[in-house]
């Protein structure tokens, strides 16, 4: 599925340019160490974010495509605000992930991008099911996911290696049928 583009009421997925705008807001995720603190990797700098969004747009040209990485915009502005996962596993699972930029942290933003998320496992990709990972401390994370449905399956042991330690994961899922989604998502290959 390419390009794609799904809208929430206040926030939009699609897909990453090779604009400087977007790898700049990709840096502005990366490389804040608050941001990345129970992400399995440090702070990124530019030249990474560059790499990145070169993987990203390779990824987005492959067929068949199993990685999407997308660039979450807030509707108003058009300002890109955060970054969203979604890998396909085997016929019907999907594995997703989400960043979003400190500033637009505590607003309700991370539980639309989840939806959004679902919105294109579920109804775009016609995923069964959907897992995310997360550490422990990720409190804010698991409560997303909570707002959004997922129930904790449960823990995955040493299942990360970062800095030479090994960190356990918080496994949450949700099942196509459990999925609520809110009013106001659209799907649409642009
Ligand atoms: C996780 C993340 C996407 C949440 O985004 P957000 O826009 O703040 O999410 P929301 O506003 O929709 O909801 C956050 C919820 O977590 C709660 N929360 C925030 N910090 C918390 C903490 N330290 N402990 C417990 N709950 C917390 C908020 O109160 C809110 O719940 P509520 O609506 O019941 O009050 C954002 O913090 C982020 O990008 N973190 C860095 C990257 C990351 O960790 N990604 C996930 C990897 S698994």
């Known amino acids: 599925m390419h390009p794609v583009q799904i809208r929430g009421p206040r926030l939009a997925l699609r897909e990453f340019t090779a604009a ?21 990797f440090g702070t990124r700098d530019r030249a990474t974010c560059e790499q990145l969004v070169a993987g990203y747009l390779k990824d987005a040209a492959t067929t068949p495509r199993t990685a999407y990485a997308l660039a979450v915009e807030r509707r108003d502005t058009g300002e890109v605000v955060g970054t ?12 997703i992930g989400y960043a979003l930029h400190r500033g637009s942290w505590g607003r309700g933003l991370g539980s639309e991008t989840v939806h ?16 995310a ?3 422990p401390l990720n409190e804010a994370s698991g409560r997303v996911l909570e707002k959004a449905g997922f129930t904790v399956e449960g823990y995955a042991r040493e299942n990360v290696l ?6 356990d994961s918080v496994r949450h899922a949700l099942l196509e049928y459990e999925w609520q989604p809110p ?5 649409a290959e642009a």
């Open 162 to 167: 970062v800095d030479g330690e090994w960190h």
């Open 84 to 95: 969203a996962y979604l890998w396909t596993s085997g016929e019907h699972a999907g594995v």
């Open 183 to 187: 009013e106001g998502i659209t799907l």
């Open 20 to 40: 400087d705008t977007d790898t700049d807001a990709l840096q502005g995720i990366f490389g804040d160490p608050e941001t990345v603190l129970h992400l399995p």
């Open 116 to 131: 959004l998320l679902c919105a294109l496992g579920f109804r775009g990709l016609g995923r069964h099911r959907l897992t």
């Open 133 to 135: 990972d997360r550490e």
